[in-house]
């Protein structure tokens, strides 16, 4: 059967860990990963060792990325709520697609909890790009409120929970401009994993109970969950095996594969796949084109997943032994073949 080819696919969510952290990715690691699951383009959050608060920072950043990525990585700028003078600065460089705020406490030292300071950042970030919140639970009705009030465009990271599902679904029949995502890890795994696993199945938002995933299925069915974001957020084996583990996994090797494993499971189509990986993310995040940029596999062609051999440098992976479908045979990014 002659391979198919589906456009170069867009990660809304990644953790490439540069600079700061580059014992577990790296920019030329982490695209090197990215781009054998048939991402051509990612978007990179500002959790980073010395958290991405300052345009100064964040140029740094960006100019490691064009140094050293495979492929095309953006950015998203991090708030503390009090570099909310910064904002204007970067809101309008090409290079940044949002702000990212995280509401409950997971890697990085960037939380936001206090109600005054919540309010600030979402008065304070006048751009028309999304505010993307990490906001679990009671976290997600305050942030949706203050995004309604003040007016703002907000992405609801990695849903995980069936109550969470529900606040996006009432909030998009009010027609507020709000979009989400979930997770690869929270589609598959469910909270039974860390009996298996342990450190290696922790993540934030923590994976959820069966329920909780059937609604994530069922969001995504019905429009409420708009893409699928892996959240790669890669830790070294030492880091999941100490006490308490790092939060995260690595996802982007993954991704495609178990999406056409949910399309063989009979749970979503191929046009599914292609929404969720590729035209939702594009359109929400206003993604350029990447002109002659496409992934060719066969969706029918099934492989286990390794316990190593990865392009990621933390090397594991939470779905090894799993039987997927369709790991990308080339990936060619502006015409220049890069797998
Ligand atoms: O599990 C997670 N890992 N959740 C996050 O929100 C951050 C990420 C990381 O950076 O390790
Ligand atoms: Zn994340």
């Not at 369709?326 to 990014?333: C, E, F, I, N, Y």
Request: glycine share 8%.
């Amino acid at each position: 059967m002659p391979l198919l080819r589906i456009p170069g696919l867009i990660d809304a969510h990644v953790h490439l860990r540069e600079p700061g952290s580059t014992h577990k990715e790296d920019f030329y690691t982490g695209s090197r990963a990215a781009l054998a699951g048939g991402f051509t383009f990612v978007l990179d959050m500002p959790n980073n060792a010395v958290p991405i608060l300052t345009e100064k920072l964040l140029e740094e950043k960006i100019t490691l990325a064009r140094e050293k990525a495979l492929c095309d990585v953006r950015f998203y700028f991090g708030t503390n709520g009090k570099n909310i003078e910064e904002f204007e600065k970067v809101s309008d460089k090409p290079e940044v697609f949002g702000l990212k705020l995280y509401c409950n406490h997971t890697t990085g030292e960037m939380l936001v909890e206090n109600p005054d300071l919540l309010e600030k950042v979402f008065a304070g970030w006048k751009s028309a790009k999304p505010i993307l919140v990490h906001a679990e639970g009671e976290q997600l009705v305050t942030a949706l409120r203050l995004a309604e009030k003040h007016k703002r465009r907000i992405h609801v990271c990695h849903i995980s929970q069936a109550s969470e599902v529900e606040l996006v679904r009432q909030a998009k029949i009010k027609k507020q401009k709000v979009t989400a995502g979930a997770t690869p890890h929270h589609l598959f795994l469910t909270k039974d994993a860390i009996i298996k696993m342990k450190g290696y199945a922790m993540v934030k938002p923590p994976l959820g109970t069966e329920a909780d995933q059937d609604a994530l299925w069922t969001g995504l069915k019905d429009g409420t969950i708009d893409i699928v974001e892996t959240d790669h957020a890669p830790h070294t084996r030492a880091e999941k095996e100490k006490n308490p583990p790092a939060f995260g996994v690595p996802g982007l090797e993954t991704a495609l594969g178990l999406m056409y494993k949910a399309v063989k499971d009979g749970r979503i189509t191929h046009d599914d796949v292609i929404k969720f990986l590729y035209t939702n993310p594009k359109a929400i995040f206003n993604v350029p084109d990447q002109p002659d940029t496409y992934v060719e596999m066969d969706p029918e062609l099934a492989y286990i997943v390794p316990q190593s051999g990865f392009e990621t440098k933390c090397d594991w992976s939470p779905f090894a032994g799993m039987t997927l479908y369709g790991k990308p045979q080339s990936v060619v990014l502006r015409g220049r073949r890069v797998l």
